[in-house]
């Protein structure tokens, strides 16, 4: 009886890398070795228990699942995952909650957390920045910016809605009044972006699924990844190093010509 009291209780590790975890940890493993196996879903990790009722969130590209929104898929810190909404080759958004005022916004962190290297988490921080100092009701706002166990992350406004990418590839019919549409949706794009201009940011990767289409039918950009102070020598990119989406990229950034990129490479 005296043995089994003075045995020292366990504390759980993660089955990965063997570092403590706490009690609550999704599915046992720690925040690292998730993000280091490049996956939102910790039921699709090795050795990982059956998923839990109502299923997986839906990743970039995949199908809408019958999991319930109210069902987090962790806690990260002051928030709740509910589910993966968005994925690049930098980061990784979720629709979460935020617990302490109720609220549903957006979460975005490194894909690999700690494990992203000195470059993009410095890209990662200059993107946090660049879209914190705009203010303008056609660019998502940046609530937060703040690090939990290590893991960078900043939480921006959640925009119900699709993208225009998205809208434009279900458009059935191309009439007058979806070209009026569009128009408009360029138009205010562009007033957004000027704004940003007049503040010294350069958004380089502008592109229709950057672009969120709200509930209100209007156009909020989004996605600073890849954003440039104007009259800033710095630059978090090697020489030569070609940044952007190829099919939207104008020529002088293509050609990686930087001290030719400026306000009409955006435009």
Sequence with gaps: MNALIDQPTLKPTCPSCGAEVPPDAPRGYCLKCLFALGTAAPDSLPGASSPSPGGEGRGEGGQNSPRSAD?????????????????????????ARQKSLGRVVAVKMLLFGDQSGKELAQRFRAEAAAAASLQHPNIVAIHEVNAHDGQPFFAMEFVEGQSLA????????????????AARYVKIVSEAIHYAHERGILHRDLKPSNVLIDAFDQPRVTDFGLAKRLHHDSELTLSGQVLGSPNYMPPEQAAAKRGLVGRRSDV
């Excluded at 069902?71 to 629709?95: C, T």
């Excluded at 998205?166 to 549409?181: D, H, L, P, S």
């Design 71 to 95: 069902v987090p898929l962790r806690s990260f810190g002051d928030y709740e995952l509910l589910e993966e909404i968005a994925r690049g080759g930098m980061g990784v958004v979720y629709k």
């Design 166 to 181: 998205r809208m434009n590839a279900e458009c059935e019919v191309r009439n007058t009044e979806w070209i009026r549409r």
